[in-house]
Nanobody
Framework: VQLQAYGGGLVQAGGSLRLSCAASGRTFSSYAMAWFRQAPGKEREFVAAITWSGGSSYYADSVKGRFTISRDNAKNTVYLQMNSLKPEDTAVYYC???????????????WGQGTQVTVSS
């Protein structure tokens, strides 16, 4: 499966953004999907993940209550709604696909190219 993330941009602290990740291939609905992020000088970290059906999701503590992951299998797209953004959310955000819901960077098989999110204070 090929993934393309988009929707990043520059936003003020407290603002919102919605990221999208479009997938190609008819097997999208069989994959768990996740968002990761990588800030300058830091390792890539888990943000959120959702099962193939959308029935379950999991979040990093740092974004819980502010971010929401969702998916539309009919559109082959996964979303990340980000509210109450903070400067520390600034990073390149990546979407990824795996056969099962995981939280480890090395446990995802397919990656999108990343989209920059910058939150100004």
């Amino acid at each position: 499966v090929q993934l393309q993330a988009y929707g990043g941009g520059l936003v003020q602290a407290g603002g919102s953004l919605r990221l999208s990740c479009a997938a190609s291939g008819r097997t999208f609905s069989s994959y768990a999907m996740a968002w990761f992020r990588q800030a300058p000088g830091k390792e890539r970290e888990f943000v959120a993940a959702i099962t193939w059906s959308g029935g379950s999701s999991y979040y990093a503590d740092s974004v819980k209550g502010r971010f929401t992951i969702s998916r539309d299998n009919a559109k082959n797209t996964v979303y990340l709604q980000m509210n109450s953004l903070k400067p520390e959310d600034t990073a390149v955000y990546y979407c990824a696909a795996s056969a099962r819901l995981r939280v480890g960077v090395n446990e995802y098989d397919y990656w999108g190219q990343g989209t920059q999110v910058t939150v100004s204070s």
